[in-house]
């Protein structure tokens, strides 16, 4: 049925279809629900290209603090001979003044750089939603890998600490007994962190399963005693 108004064009009002067999009705259902899933695959599919474009992008964020991570760990093992000999030479100077001796002190004692890993990608990892979306192997390859980063960091405050105890050393002559007492310990605590970072830094090495190796980004002025580690890589005391 048509009807018309003035000034308007004819409009036609269409009636449903009868259906007279269950074929049809079913066949109306199957279009239906054809549409229907259609629209969902399409759905999902903007949501599947949305989530991998996300994950891509943090990947690509916390593999490259993972190979920060990686090189700060390389860095500190690349100094660890330093750290050896300056400890030693630490204890040269305890047991020198225990048996009231020159302490034969060359130069300033100096402190090596201590990095520590940046964990702030991986923090934000864990607030979002697209590490859910990676595979299980992937997100636990990447929680083991950042769990030994918080440990290592943690192990350089404790290191830390310990060479700031040793401090004093570097105005020997301003110390007193009660002051020697105090860097007995503080060398006792320095020589058994460093022992610790030793072991960690290469358990770190060994085992990181992203596919990682160091770049050499970090500490390359050690080699040639250019830099913030020199002082820490020349002798400060005479041992002779």
Known sequence: MAFTHAGSYPLDIHKPKPVHSWREFFGEIAVVSIG??????????????????????????????????????????????????RLNQVHVLIQRHERRQPLKIIAPMGEHMRDTASLGTWQIALAEQAQAHMGHEERLAFSSAFGSYQL???????????????????????????????????????????????SFATFILKTQNLGLSPNGTYNAEVPGFVGGNAAMCRPFVDLR
């Open 152 to 198: 290592w960091n943690e192990r350089v405050n404790r290191e830390s600490a310990a060479w700031n105890e040793l401090g004093p050393l570097q105005e020997p002559n301003l110390l007193d007994d009660q002051d020697w007492v105090k860097l007995k310990s503080a060398y006792w605590d320095a020589k058994q962190i460093n022992i610790a970072m030793q």
């Open 36 to 85: 229907i899933i259609i629209a969902l695959l399409g759905e999902q599919g903007v949501e599947w290209m949305h989530w991998r474009h996300e994950v891509e992008m943090e990947r690509h964020s916390l593999l490259a603090e993972a190979q920060d991570a990686i090189n700060v760990v390389h860095a500190r093992q690349n100094l660890q001979g330093c750290v050896d000999a």
